[in-house]
């Protein structure tokens, strides 16, 4: 899911980066891209967590 969401933005940005000649669209592509990136960075982020917590929660429970 990781992987898909950075293609995901990737291919956004790059395909837009493409189509915007315009130093507007330009601007507004690259702030949409790392608000994307934010929010992917945010969701990975949580899911390591949750493992770690998960992992964390295993351990003390086999002890």
Known sequence: MEK???GL???MAGGALL???NCKLLNLVKKNQE???N???KYID???EAL?????QSASQSE
């Open 19 to 21: 189509v915007a000649n």
């Open 9 to 11: 933005a990737v291919g």
């Open 35 to 37: 608000d994307i990136m």
């Open 52 to 56: 770690e917590n998960a992992g964390e």
């Open 46 to 48: 949580s899911k390591l």
């Open 4 to 6: 898909f969401i950075i």
């Open 39 to 41: 929010k992917a960075e």
